[in-house]
């Protein structure tokens, strides 16, 4: 049993079971035994890789894509360049040396991450070395100022509550003790506000699954946005409103059970990109794309040709399969999906559609 687990199953014996939520934030990033907050996961040896670990190439695209909304927005002179959970801090790094070829672009920009993990706060200054950042807490301490903006694989961290339709209302479901070990259960049925539009598209038995800091960080990047200007780009596994369980453990590469190795494995829901694109507020909201349409729409296959002209051996064919793992629909180029916040009017951002 982990160290996490026994704090977690005292706690439920003095004082009940926990919500879905109060499990995932101690899971990742509970302050001495949360799985964020000991460790740097990423990688072949961790337990993931995500989009920038893959390639040089995401990092440079995206980069390129919020150097051109600043050129299409007038330049302006100062502004927040904003990651949120920004990992290593490769996809930080990848963007500033693409947008370097943006005359003034970099000059302009404040760079602002917003990272809960010491361990990995001490990484993105290694990797960002010999450039000036902020570190924040959370999104609503980003400056009242323009908005540039990248988080991706952050919203799939977001503690979710996962709430199971019962004939008169919802059953909230939880995570309890049952014969010395965390076993789930759920709640009595109460009706649920937040859930009454599910109404009418579910039906007893289903699970549906909500986010509330997802909302709360939307409303705060798109209220910075629509006042100052600016673009926020959110790329994330994911779809369009959510529907059943999606809380999934990764430990080493390989799927585990939820509630095996509390803190010690990651654990991610699925992004409802319904539910971020109806939390936004006085912006612009485009059309959802997977991840591989915007990809090649910003020119993967242009950028993949160029750097391909002076790889060989081993390292052409690790690019050729990167190219495919970022792009194809059996890898994540379907699974996951992009939308982009820009202010009311003004121009779509490249790789989207409006
Ligand atoms: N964007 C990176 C890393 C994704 S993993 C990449 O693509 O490689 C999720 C990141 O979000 C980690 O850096 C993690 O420490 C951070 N994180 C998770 N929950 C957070 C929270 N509530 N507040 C701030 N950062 C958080």
Redesign the pocket.
């Known amino acids: 049993m982990t160290a996490l687990a026994q704090v977690l199953m005292r706690r439920i014996k003095a004082t009940g079971p926990i919500t879905i939520a109060e499990y995932m934030a101690d899971c ?2 509970h302050p001495k035994h949360g799985y ?1 907050s000991t460790r740097d996961p ?1 990688g072949r040896a961790g337990d993931f890789v ?4 893959v390639s040089q190439m995401f990092g440079e695209l995206i980069g390129l894509c919020l150097a051109q909304v600043w050129l299409d927005q007038g330049r302006v002179a100062s502004f927040t360049l904003a990651e ?5 801090g ?2 930080m790094a990848d963007m500033l040396r693409a947008a370097k070829s943006v005359l003034g672009f970099v000059d302009a920009a404040q760079v602002h991450l ?4 010491p361990i ?1 706060r001490d990484k993105q200054r290694e990797t960002l070395a010999g450039r000036q950042i902020k570190w924040q807490d ?1 999104a609503d301490q980003l400056p009242d100022a323009p908005l540039f903006l990248i988080a ?3 919203f799939d ?2 503690p979710i509550r996962q709430f199971v339709r019962d004939a008169p209302g919802w059953r909230e479901r939880q995570v309890g003790v049952k014969d010395a070990a965390l076993a789930f259960g759920l709640s009595d049925a109460a009706a649920v506000g937040a859930l009454e539009h599910r109404s009418r598209d579910t039906s007893p038995g289903d699970m549906v699954e909500v986010c509330a800091p997802a909302t709360a960080i939307m409303q705060t990047i798109s209220q910075r946005i629509a006042s100052h200007g600016g673009a926020a780009l959110i790329i994330d596994y994911g779809d369009w409103r959510s529907r059943g369980d999606t809380l999934q453990a990764l430990q080493d590469h390989a799927y585990d059970d939820v509630l095996a190795h509390p803190g010690e494995a990651d654990l991610t829901a699925h992004v409802d990109f319904e539910a971020l694109t109806n939390a936004a507020s006085g912006v612009a909201v485009t059309t959802m794309t997977p991840q591989g349409v915007f990809l090649v729409r910003l020119g993967i296959g242009e950028r993949a040709h160029a750097l391909a002209k002076n790889l060989k051996g081993k390292a052409l064919s690790s690019h050729l399969a990167a190219h495919h793992r970022l792009t194809d629909a059996g890898e994540m180029g379907t699974l996951f999906k992009s939308i982009a916040l820009h202010p009311l009017g003004s121009a779509v951002p490249p790789g989207f559609a409006p």
């Open positions: 990742l990033l964020y990423f995500t989009a920038p670990e949120l959970g920004p990992g290593r490769t996809l917003v990272e809960a993990s990995l959370s991706n694989e952050f961290a977001l």
